[in-house]
């Protein structure tokens, strides 16, 4: 059998000598930053439009649509070093709707874990960037996710770690909303809210569809601040694609209890013909298609 | 026929040595941590709880919470054992085991309390009876069932240092000591030689190697010397030695308190059958039990002494 690749920089430092820090100076002005983060956005769709055409594979939809919050997160929010992936410091993300692998992996190649050109092997045979995550294969990947509900148990562990340890470091978690069907997550709410951990965020990249349909008329969220407020959490909503609503709601001080952002998104965000469109959970642009989303993504 | 009676009487709990053993490493490092699902006491970990308050990790009654938390406390810098009824832990959170502990590589050490039939009367719903075979179809888990208090300890010192996912199958049912030197009572990947024989091979597990030594006592006086093993790493397997057992006496009987499909005597067939094949003989559970304390139902499936020698002599043509 040949061996899998993994990826990560060419020279990685020494324990001990990792800096920690948000990409983006903290200090920077918030329309500055906001501008900062509109164009890594943007660079990171490019990528993954790119890679999904590539691999003529993927899941173009989810990864549209939570872009924006990986990009502000990965660049103006968590402390990381990328050169140092496992520095025991860092902060812990966990994208827990695995499937939308390519924006995390044209995020995390963008923010310098690893060379933007090994995007072009995703989904390639032995390569590290699998349609899901791999920790043991892609600097950067924090948890193996795919199977959904998994991601925010994983996240409440990470947070009572940081506890235990008087650490300062924090930790959050993408999901999906439709894997919030998924009972496990509320097993986990019910923990983080249980234990007042102020140390977590969970984000929901709220863009309404699920595979097979919308999730209301599939199996039914709303009220959903309601039931994260029931289960002890601090509801914060806004605009899952205004950088600096993201920012402000992932960076407002914490006090007693773990936080849910429901990001509100738009399923395939930023290419005209995708945008919240069920059809496009995992169907794959033509090449044409490909060019026209990288126009309109220009 | 009679009973043969057991070398020495079965007086131990095994969670009595495993609570201890992870009180006094938690005492020496910080990092030990005990995650649980309702199952403080079911899990001997009061005393645990008493003197590290913050590091026992109760998360309720909620199997798949239970092991992502110990998979992300793991991400954190901590050496979880997560201690829960066998059933619940391999049944409901089968997918965490897999996907958030082995196949991220996480250092997590699942013990499955009270395992096999050991909650008798209960029924199946709670008879942990299929967890050999679901953990070991899972790649880079490491399966350990201690059969003594001696061993069940030095497996608790192995797995926190070990730094690997690992599945601990922690016998409630009493048993009696087998270890030869209880100092050195348990080499990961190592099966324990307990008697040497060259007319056939018991190969046992966990509760079953002291009902092993006894059958072996009884074939004695029946003219045969069995080689006794004590498959206490069930993986990865102790290939070397099983192929000398198969190759040295030329017939092996399999005792376990699981199901026969994927369990001990699975694997043991997959290696004798690739390198040295041997008939064999597998005992084990053979369905879900009928209602009955567990020595009343290893009776009822003939895992005992009797059933053992039964095996033996049919294998030997006697």
């Given at each position: 059998m040949q061996s899998e690749?993994?990826?990560?920089?060419?020279?990685?430092?020494?324990?001990?000598?990792?800096?920690?820090?948000?990409?983006?100076?903290?200090?920077?002005?918030?329309?500055?930053?906001?501008?900062?983060?509109?164009?890594?956005?943007?660079?990171?769709?490019?990528?993954?439009?790119?890679?999904?055409?590539?691999?003529?594979?993927?899941?173009?939809?989810?990864?549209?649509?939570?872009?924006?919050?990986?990009?502000t997160l990965f660049f103006g929010v968590l402390r990381l070093d990328p050169q140092a992936p496992r520095a025991p410091g860092r902060d812990r993300f966990i994208l827990s709707k695995g499937h939308c692998s390519a924006a995390l992996y044209a995020t995390l190649a963008?923010?310098?874990?690893?060379?933007?050109?090994?995007?072009?092997?995703?989904?390639?045979?032995?390569?590290?960037?699998?349609?899901?995550?791999?920790?043991?294969?892609?600097?950067?990947?924090?948890?193996?996710?795919?199977?959904l509900g998994h991601g925010l148990p994983i996240g409440v562990g990470c947070a009572i770690a940081a506890k235990l340890a008087r650490a300062a470091w924090r930790t959050y978690v993408v999901l999906g909303d439709g894997e919030l069907q998924e009972g496990s997550n509320w097993e986990a709410a019910m923990s983080a809210g249980h234990r007042g951990l102020d140390n977590l965020v969970a984000i929901v990249d709220r863009n309404r569809l699920q595979q097979g349909a919308r999730t209301e008329d599939t199996n039914r969220l709303e009220p959903l601040g309601d039931k994260w407020r029931a289960f002890g959490w601090d509801v914060v909503d806004c605009d899952g694609h205004d950088h600096g609503a993201l920012y402000e709601a992932l960076t407002a001080p914490q006090e007693g209890r773990p936080r849910c952002i429901i990001a509100r998104t738009i399923k395939g965000k930023g290419v005209s013909f995708i945008e919240d469109r069920v059809e496009w959970h995992h169907k794959v642009p033509s090449p044409e298609q490909i060019e026209l989303a990288l126009k309109e993504l220009a | 026929m009679e009973a043969s009676p057991l070398a020495k009487p079965p007086q131990f709990d095994c969670r009595v040595a495993f609570a201890e053993t992870l009180s006094e490493l938690a005492g020496l490092d910080e990092r030990i941590v005990a995650v649980c699902n309702d199952s403080v006491g079911s899990s001997n970990l009061v005393a645990f709880q008493k003197r590290f308050p913050e590091r026992l990790i109760n998360v309720g009654i909620a199997e798949q919470n239970m092991v992502g938390v110990a998979a992300g406390l793991a991400i954190g810098g901590f050496i979880p054992f997560v201690c829960a009824a066998a059933p619940f832990l391999t049944g409901r959170a089968l997918e965490q085991v897999k996907v958030d502990v082995a196949y991220n590589g996480l250092p997590v050490v699942l013990c499955g309390m009270s395992p096999g039939v050991a909650y008798g009367e209960l029924g199946p719903t709670h008879h942990s009876i299929e967890d050999l075979s679901w953990m070991r179809a899972i790649d880079g888990l490491a399966i350990v069932v201690p059969a003594d208090p001696a061993q069940t300890s030095a497996a608790v010192k192995w797995a926190a240092a070990a730094g690997i996912p690992c599945y601990l199958r922690v016998g409630r049912t009493k048993v009696a000591s087998v270890s030869p030197d209880p100092a050195n009572a348990f080499t990961f990947g190592k099966i324990g030689v307990l008697r040497e024989g060259r007319d056939l091979t018991i190969a046992a597990t966990g509760v079953m190697v002291s009902r092993a030594l006894a059958a072996a006592e009884e074939l004695e006086r029946r003219g045969l010397q069995a080689r006794v093993l004590n498959v206490a790493t069930v993986k990865p397997l102790d290939e070397?030695?099983?192929?000398?057992?198969?190759?040295?006496?030329?017939?092996?009987?399999?005792?376990?308190?699981?199901?026969?499909?994927?369990?001990?005597?699975?694997?043991?067939?997959?290696?004798?059958?690739?390198?040295?094949?041997?008939?064999?003989?597998?005992?084990?559970?053979?369905?879900?039990?009928?209602?009955?304390?567990?020595?009343?139902?290893?009776?009822?499936?003939?895992?005992?002494?009797?059933?053992?020698?039964?095996?033996?002599?049919?294998?030997?043509?006697?």
């Open positions: 690749e993994t990826l990560s920089v060419s020279s990685p430092k020494p324990t001990g000598t990792t800096t920690l820090a948000t990409d983006l100076a903290p200090t920077l002005g918030a329309s500055q930053r906001n501008a900062e983060l509109r164009l890594r956005a943007t660079e990171v769709r490019r990528s993954l439009v790119q890679m999904i055409g590539q691999a003529r594979m993927g899941h173009v939809g989810g990864d549209l649509s939570v872009t924006d919050i990986l990009a963008h923010r310098g874990f690893f060379s933007t050109d090994a995007l072009s092997t995703f989904m390639q045979p032995l390569s590290a960037l699998n349609g899901h995550p791999n920790r043991r294969k892609v600097a950067g990947v924090e948890a193996n996710t795919g199977p | 070397a030695a099983i192929i000398a057992a198969a190759r040295e006496t030329g017939a092996i009987v399999t005792i376990e308190e699981a199901m026969i499909e994927g369990g001990l005597g699975a694997a043991i067939a997959e290696v004798v059958v690739r390198h040295a094949p041997a008939p064999m003989r597998l005992l084990g559970i053979k369905g879900f039990a009928p209602t009955g304390a567990a020595e009343f139902l290893f009776d009822h499936f003939g895992l005992n002494a009797q059933g053992l020698v039964a095996a033996a002599l049919e294998l030997k043509g006697r």
